[in-house]
């Protein structure tokens, strides 16, 4: 599939006070979406651009300061909502998935912090509690998980008192290592019962990446013989498909195969879920990438479930951004197939609203 000769047209473009580093709708209140943004404090006249580039990608330490800013998008105008300041730079956040919990907002942040945060009338920070379940030879840059699935969470692994749900945890870092582990949410009793998880089997290290993995994109459908589909991209500005069988599966046996690359143009820096259609024996998914310097792509992925090679081609561009676009977001798709699409860029401070045609 060939890439569209001429990008997207913004209809609303916001200069924001901070970079932005990350954006996410609101699955509860889809009206509503929050950026988090990324503040190198300069150390004196020598500071150049290069140096905050370093920093966001965990090369260089710095003191750095970001926010959560809330923004509502209304009649096709994005209006700001409220600004929380926090004492480090954020890198990422993620809204929980989970049903009846969704106005619940996970943070990362530059000191490696962990806070969560409700999305309500006064917005109030909730401390949670953070566990190791795995690490890398090099900063990590990225995580995603996959909640159990309905026939999974009835096979509860029980242990005297204690009783657990297998999940799975992908990470990836700059060490260019896809990593994957097999959890278990700690319900009750047991020795280890003030555990939030425990880890079943030692993390697999899933190969084949080119440079820093720092993106990672769980779609939530399986093949026929039951491996996952994960989609990563990379700082080799490749989106890869992998096909990976679930650790507490295969007894902790690394089974994986990768079902297709196509090279973005520009960092795949993060990768979000637009909508998957499951046939028979058939999948298609559309993603929207943010690949740094190469702007926003609309991103359709397509191959059967019985294994064999998956294709991926380009539906759409922005590229209106004048620097990094690190962040990106869409609602869900209108009856009459409109996508709206917020995206963001680093060192313009750009946050840009566009909306696209899809197939």
Same mark, same amino acid.
């Given at each position: ?31 509503? #979406? ?60 993620? #809204? ?34 953070? /566990? ?12 995603? #998980? ?67 993995? /720092? ?130 860029? #680093? ?8 909306? /696209?045609?899809?197939?």
């Amino acid at each position: 599939m060939a890439e569209p000769n001429s990008g997207v047209a913004s209809t609303q473009t916001l200069t924001l006070d901070l970079p932005p580093s990350c954006i996410e709708w609101c699955p509860s209140h889809p009206t509503y #979406f929050v950026v988090g943004t990324y503040n190198l404090i300069k150390d004196g006249p020598g500071y150049t651009e290069s140096e905050d580039n370093e920093a966001l990608t965990g090369k260089k330490l710095q003191n750095r300061s970001g926010s959560l800013v809330t923004f509502r998008l209304d009649n096709g105008t994005v209006h700001h909502v409220q600004t929380i300041s926090h004492p480090s730079a954020i890198l990422d956040l993620h #809204f929980c998935p989970l049903s009846g919990a969704q106005d619940i907002l996970a943070v990362v942040s530059s000191t490696g912090e962990v806070r969560v945060v409700r999305l309500d009338d006064a917005w109030q920070i909730i401390e949670g509690n953070v /566990t190791t379940v795995m690490t890398h030879s090099l900063e990590a840059w990225t995580v995603a #998980f996959c909640p159990p699935e309905p026939n999974e969470s009835q096979l509860g692994v029980a242990g005297g008192d204690a009783q657990s749900d297998s999940f799975i945890v992908y990470s990836g870092g700059d060490d260019s290592a896809l990593r994957c582990a097999s959890c278990a949410d700690k319900k009750s009793g047991g020795e280890d019962s003030d555990a939030a998880v425990s880890l079943q089997y030692p993390p697999l290290n899933i190969s084949g990446h080119g440079a820093g993995v /720092t993106a990672i994109l769980p779609i939530p459908v399986r093949l026929a013989d039951g491996a996952r589909i994960v989609v990563t991209g990379s700082y080799d500005d490749s989106m890869r498909i992998l096909a990976i069988q679930p650790p507490h599966e295969t007894y902790g046996l690394r089974k994986f195969q990768h079902l297709g690359e196509k090279n973005l143009g520009g960092g795949v820096w993060r990768l979000k879920l637009i909508d998957i259609r499951e046939d028979v024996g058939h999948c298609r998914a559309r993603i929207l990438a943010s690949c740094m310097h190469a702007g926003a792509k609309v991103v359709e992925l397509e191959g059967p479930l019985h294994g064999g090679d998956w294709e991926i081609g380009v539906l759409a561009r922005f590229d209106e951004h004048q620097s990094m676009n690190y962040g990106s977001d869409c609602v869900p798709v209108s009856e009459d197939g409109r996508l709206i699409c917020v995206s963001t860029s #680093f060192y313009d401070k750009r946050l840009c609203l566009w909306e /696209t045609a899809l197939p």
